[in-house]
């Protein structure tokens, strides 16, 4: 196994109960039950070594940003931890697609046709229905995946009518030198004239504003693993 990369951060399951009680102070100002929100545990590029005590902490619900290198560690992670849930919170590209459905629980970055397609054969082939959500490129910015916000619903529901995929919800990260809450409010909108409850919103800066907004997951890393 690959060394784990260098990284500046407080002992792991400390950082995590940090975050657990940001996230119910943020679900008690929203007047919102902490159940409604998940906590997925963003561990791209740290490996098992690291990932284990915030696992042993009782953290069950992991996020990944590459599907070839969730294959390389977390096929024994979840031997070894039964009743993991894994999350797929980065592109995907369409060859990776069977790979994905095989691994993921979840997939956060359905944004284009060739995906949608890739998808609807993969889950029809194996019969594996992982939760699947449409990214929103909510700034509209050209070096980022999802689709613009104009073009949401008509995606949304060529991705039901066309492909036969159950979309659970929404997914946005918000321009990193813009507010958040104008993008968070944005998706909400979005999803709920398309009748969608889910909304993962939200990562280690802003997570409890994401909260206030109605997200249902939320994509914490640093805050829980500490920076490379």
Same mark, same amino acid.
């Given at each position: 196994?690959?060394?784990?990369?260098?990284?500046?951060?407080?002992?792991?399951?400390?950082?995590?109960? #940090?975050?657990?009680?940001?996230? =119910?102070?943020?679900?008690?100002?929203?007047?919102?039950?902490?159940?409604?929100?998940?906590?997925?545990?963003?561990?791209?590029?740290?490996?098992? #070594?690291?990932?284990?005590?915030?696992?042993?902490?009782?953290?069950?619900?992991?996020?990944?940003?590459? =599907?070839?290198?969730?294959?390389?560690?977390?096929?024994? $992670? +979840?031997?070894?931890?039964?009743?993991?849930? $894994?999350?797929?919170?980065?592109?995907?590209?369409?060859?990776?697609?069977?790979?994905?459905?095989?691994?993921? !629980?979840? %997939?956060?970055?359905? #944004?284009?046709?060739?995906?949608?397609?890739?998808?609807?054969?993969?889950?029809?082939?194996?019969?594996?229905?992982?939760?699947?959500?449409?990214?929103?490129?909510?700034?509209?910015?050209?070096?980022?995946?999802?689709?613009?916000?104009?073009?949401? #619903?008509?995606?949304?529901?060529?991705?039901? !009518?066309?492909?036969?995929?159950? %979309?659970?919800?929404?997914?946005?990260?918000?321009?990193?030198?813009?507010?958040?809450?104008?993008?968070?409010?944005?998706?909400?909108?979005?999803?709920?004239?398309?009748?969608?409850?889910?909304?993962? +919103?939200? +990562?280690?800066? !802003? *997570?409890? %504003?994401?909260?206030? *907004?109605?997200?249902?997951?939320?994509?914490?890393?640093?805050?829980?693993?500490?920076?490379?």
């Amino acid at each position: 196994m690959s060394e784990s990369p260098s990284v500046l951060t407080t002992h792991s399951p400390k950082a995590l109960a #940090d975050v657990e009680q940001e996230i =119910v102070r943020a679900c008690r100002e929203a007047r919102r039950d902490r159940a409604s929100v998940t906590l997925i545990a963003v561990s791209k590029t740290f490996g098992a #070594d690291l990932i284990a005590p915030v696992m042993e902490a009782g953290q069950h619900v992991f996020g990944e940003n590459r =599907v070839q290198e969730a294959m390389a560690k977390w096929p024994g $992670l +979840m031997s070894a931890y039964p009743g993991l849930a $894994l999350h797929l919170i980065g592109p995907l590209q369409s060859n990776k697609a069977k790979e994905a459905v095989g691994l993921f !629980d979840a %997939i956060h970055s359905v #944004d284009r046709p060739s995906i949608c397609q890739a998808l609807a054969k993969e889950i029809d082939s194996q019969n594996r229905h992982p939760e699947l959500f449409v990214q929103i490129n909510t700034g509209e910015e050209p070096q980022k995946a999802g689709v613009a916000p104009g073009e949401a #619903d008509g995606f949304i529901a060529r991705c039901r !009518d066309h492909y036969g995929l159950v %979309i659970s919800g929404l997914m946005c990260i918000p321009p990193v030198e813009e507010a958040p809450a104008p993008h968070f409010a944005l998706t909400a909108k979005i999803a709920a004239r398309n009748g969608l409850k889910n909304l993962s +919103m939200g +990562m280690s800066a !802003d *997570f409890a %504003i994401a909260i206030q *907004f109605g997200a249902t997951h939320v994509r914490v890393g640093s805050a829980i693993f500490g920076h490379r």
